[in-house]
């Protein structure tokens, strides 16, 4: 079946979010609420000499985030001391401030847990007039936040981590793809920029500490992975192409810096003597899997989990076969198993993190956006003012369990999603040509991943013979929505 271009992506992604136990809709309950915080306005904590919440307006602060990000949950700043360490700031928007526990507002963003990306469109955990309003932390806007700091060293090791309230205002709102590009010499500063030299050298220096820590998680066995994502580029709100993203130093600083404040968090959890949620991937249990493969590409790995052995692996391979790699890393990622939430009691010891090689980590950098990260902030903001803990662990591990649920939801519908966009986009260019490399023989069939632009689908004809890693090339036959199926013939 060939699928008319006018099929209706919102529509679909509306219905794909409800089938998976979403509902964006807010209660009534929660309008009201929602209007009574716009009538009120936007309300700041007072700072002063002797206020537990510091004014650091003044510090230049600024965002990094996607192109098209109005939900700013964090900002940078950093400084170099007098020792030659790097000190680094990170302050995450103070949403608890504006959305109190137990309200109707919590409720639905408890019930949701995260925001969903369709790539056509947003389903925020919170109304936009909060997550990209009163509670992101907008350019040239003040705003209350909790801040992490940490020292990083020359070795990547980033010590002496402390959370406090404070007064922040983000002075500039850049862009991954922009800075990215400058940092790493392939295109002019963006404007902002160029017109701040004092904002240029505090990009640099924060990019000087990020590369700095992920060599030093590398070297203790945080996973290399890399994996084909694309996005929809939308003209009059209608999906006329693909655009591959791809990673780059800024964002490799962003995550570098957030890995390094949620492990400072969880450690001021821990030592506070507070249940708390972690984020956790466990040791791989199909290890033997992952043994197996490595052995069919020529390496021997350790027969017990070893993160540091896997890595090395997954590098020699980048430099060997990079136009597998993202199969390799995607095969890597599935036989790993996702990540969840969990409770976890004051002096227990955590799972850890095997993908980031970090034993200490949990979510609380993106307030807006994902759930367990505001509850994560109101237990260290009852911990700084001395007040009695807001969850029970009993509740925390029922959040904890909801979190991990709706995740799992969420990667259904953006996979959906992805399939739709991809069948609407290719539908125009039915009988045209691509290269493409086999990345799945089964029962189910045999599949192929065009390399441009980067989508998978089923080969309908021609496949007998062909195995994972074959290049061919192969013509496009019809594209069905709905189903987000995309059919190819050898040529």
Known sequence: MTASHSFNLKAAALASMQEHGFEPQLSKDAERELALLLARGLSLPQAGHHSPVADMRSLLWSSIDNDTSRDLDQIEWAERLHDGRIRVRVAVADVDGTVLRDTALDAHAASQTTSVYTGVTVFPMFPVELSEGITSLNENEDRAAVVTEFVVDSGGIATDGRIFRALVRNHAQLTYNAVGAWLSGSAEAPEKIQRNPELARQIQLQDQAARSMVGGRFQHGALDLETIETRPVMVHEEAVSLARQLKNRATSLIEEFMVAANGVMARTLDSARLASIRRVVRIPKRWDRIVQVADELGTTLPATPDSKALNDFLCQRR??????????????????????????????????????????????????????????QRLLKAHLSAAPTPYSAERLAAIASRCTLMEDNERHVEREMAKRIAAVVLHKRIGQHFRAIVTGVSHAGTFVRALEPHVEGMLIHGAHGLDVGDKLQVRLVSTNPQRGFIDFAAV
């Open 319 to 376: 430099k060997e076969d990079p136009i597998r790699f993202p199969d390799l890393s995607l095969t890597i990622i599935k036989l790993m198993g996702p990540g969840e939430y969990v409770m976890v009691r004051p002096g227990e010891d955590p799972p850890g993190h095997f993908g980031l090689a970090v034993q200490d980590y949990t979510h609380s950098t993106a307030p807006n956006r994902r759930f367990a990260d505001l509850v994560t």
